[in-house]
C-alpha cells in the first residue's frame, strides 16, 4: 500500500464544467504523476511535479492544469471540460529521488464528461 | 515508432502453462524497466523493477535483452489469479513511458 488516495473515485460532469481531480499521499514523497488511462492508449502522463510549486507538463497536458501547494496534495483541474477528456485518472508517486524510480499507483478516478 | 510496444494479445492459455510477453523499447539509452500488472478497472501494480540483465520472483522472470531493445516477461505455471493486463514502461530521461499492455487469460 502506498498510502495514495484519490477523490472523487467516480465523477460525471457536463461539458464546460470545471472539475478538479485530488490527489493525497501520506508518506511525504517529493515525485508525484498525474496520469489518463483510455483504450488503445494505455497510460500517458499528463503532468508531474517533483516538488512543493514545482511541475511541469508530460505528453497529454493541453487543456489541464496542476497545482502542488503541500508536498501530501497534488491537484488536477480541467478548466472547462470536454467530452475527449472522458477517461480514467491515475495519480502516482515515486518514493525514490528521481528519474529512474518506481512509480505506485493510486486507486483511481473515472471520469465521465458528458 | 512507438517508444515502448507490447502485443496486445490476448493470450489465452491453460493452467499450468508457460507463457512469455515481449516489450520493445526505442530508446536505447533506457537503464530501468518495470512490469505492472493491471486487474480490469484498477489501478497497476508494480509486478517487478529490472535494473540490469533481469529479474525473478517467484514464477515470474524478466529478461532484458539490450542488443535487441527488449524485455521480456515469462510466467511459469500459470495460474487462474494470473489473468490480468500486464503493462510494461521504461524511463525516457524524467518520464516513465508505458506500453499499451497484453492481455492474459488463463483457463482451466
Known amino acids: 500500500d502506498a498510502g495514495i488516495t484519490q477523490s472523487p473515485r467516480h465523477k460525471v460532469t457536463e461539458t464546460g464544467t470545471p472539475v478538479t481531480l485530488r490527489c493525497h499521499q501520506t508518506e511525504n514523497h517529493r515525485y508525484m504523476y498525474w496520469y489518463r488511462q483510455d483504450p488503445g492508449h494505455g497510460l500517458r502522463l499528463i503532468h508531474y511535479s517533483y516538488g512543493v510549486k514545482d511541475t511541469d507538463k508530460g505528453e497529454v497536458s493541453d487543456g489541464y492544469s496542476v497545482s502542488r501547494s503541500k508536498t501530501e496534495d497534488f491537484l488536477l483541474t480541467l478548466e472547462s471540460a470536454t467530452s475527449s477528456q472522458t477517461s480514467v485518472y491515475f495519480c502516482?508517486?515515486?518514493?525514490?529521488?528521481?528519474?529512474?524510480?518506481?512509480?505506485?499507483f493510486g486507486p483511481g478516478t473515472r471520469l465521465t464528461v458528458l | 515508432r512507438k517508444e515502448v510496444e507490447q502485443d496486445p494479445g490476448p493470450f489465452n492459455v491453460p493452467e499450468g502453462a508457460t507463457v512469455a510477453f515481449n516489450c520493445t523499447y526505442s530508446n536505447s539509452a533506457s537503464q530501468s524497466f518495470f512490469w505492472y500488472r493491471q486487474d480490469c478497472r484498477k489501478e497497476p501494480k508494480l509486478l517487478m523493477s529490472?535494473?540490469?540483465s533481469g529479474n525473478e520472483d517467484g514464477r515470474f522472470t524478466a529478461q532484458l535483452n539490450r542488443a535487441s531493445q527488449y524485455i521480456s516477461l515469462l510466467i511459469r505455471d500459470s495460474k487462474l489469479s494470473d489473468s490480468a493486463t500486464y503493462l510494461c514502461g521504461t524511463y525516457n530521461t524524467d518520464k516513465l513511458i508505458f506500453g499499451t499492455g497484453t492481455r492474459l487469460q488463463v483457463f482451466p
Open positions: 529490472v535494473y540490469s
Open positions: 502516482a508517486i515515486s518514493r525514490g529521488t528521481g528519474f529512474t524510480d518506481t512509480q505506485y
